[in-house]
């Protein structure tokens, strides 16, 4: 089974920068979809950044443009650089990947941009 261990969520005010990193428990070579989410209490989780089957990246039209997703396969890692950080972007943050036709899920990092 997969884990995945997020980080570097936290307090930010508005225009500021965060890194967020998940670990994935095994190679991140065995994984596929490697991609990051977000979800506001009382709404529906929704899609921020996703490596697709090919290893292009796709970003939801709120963050295109400020937010990256990175991946540093030696460390087994996923990142998602956020800078021009907005109030809207508050949320909790999951990484998640996709192996043998399931979908593994971080606990999540909260953040919270302040105005």
């Known amino acids: 089974q997969v884990q995945l261990v997020e980080s570097g969520g936290g307090l930010v005010q508005a225009g500021g920068s965060l890194r967020l990193s998940c670990v994935v428990s095994?190679?991140?070579?065995?994984?596929?979809?490697p991609s990051w989410y977000r979800q506001v209490p009382g709404k529906q989780r929704e899609l921020v950044a996703i490596?697709?089957?090919?290893?292009?990246?796709y970003y939801a039209d709120s963050v295109k443009g400020r937010f990256t997703i990175s991946r540093d396969n030696a460390q087994n890692t996923v990142y998602l650089q956020m800078n021009s950080l907005k109030p809207e972007d508050t949320a909790d943050y999951y990484c998640a990947v996709y192996k043998s036709g399931l979908w593994y899920w971080g606990k999540g990092t909260q953040v919270t941009v302040s105005s």
């Open positions: 095994e190679s991140i070579f065995s994984i596929e979809k």
């Open positions: 490596f697709n089957s090919s290893g292009a990246t």
